[in-house]
């Protein structure tokens, strides 16, 4: 019950400094990648970790060098890997 607490508080804090669609988008697309390309517990929880923590830093890149908003450009690039795990999903299930 205090997890769910803590993560309530901070879902609620961070929407309120970052935005909902950033929020929402840190909350569940690297986990959602994650979940499509690992097969142990342990991959699944470092690689959205590594996801959630490396692809906003890029997007934060991206939208100082060809001036885009921060938080789209994040957004955009997290749902990019998303898209990017569930056709490689895809084509390793098609393949077996």
Same mark, same amino acid.
């Given at each position: 019950?205090?997890?769910?607490?803590?993560?309530?508080?901070?879902?609620?804090?961070?929407?309120?400094?970052?935005? +909902?669609?950033?929020? @929402?988008? $840190?909350?569940?697309? *690297? %986990?959602?990648? &994650? !979940? #499509?390309?690992?097969?142990?517990?342990? /991959?699944?929880?470092?690689?959205?970790?590594?996801?959630?923590?490396?692809?906003?830093?890029?997007?934060?890149? +991206?939208?100082?060098? @060809?001036? $885009?908003?921060?938080? *789209? %450009?994040?957004? &955009? !690039? #997290?749902?990019?890997?998303?898209?990017? /795990?569930?056709?490689?999903?895809?084509?390793?299930?098609?393949?077996?």
């Amino acid at each position: 019950m205090g997890l769910n607490l803590l993560v309530g508080v901070a879902a609620a804090s961070a929407v309120h400094e970052i935005g +909902a669609l950033l929020t @929402f988008a $840190l909350l569940t697309l *690297p %986990a959602m990648a &994650a !979940l #499509l390309v690992t097969t142990s517990m342990r /991959a699944t929880f470092m690689t959205a970790v590594g996801l959630g923590a490396t692809l906003p830093c890029i997007g934060l890149a +991206a939208s100082f060098y @060809f001036d $885009l908003p921060a938080g *789209p %450009a994040s957004v &955009a !690039l #997290l749902s990019i890997s998303a898209l990017a /795990a569930a056709l490689l999903d895809y084509t390793v299930r098609a393949t077996r």
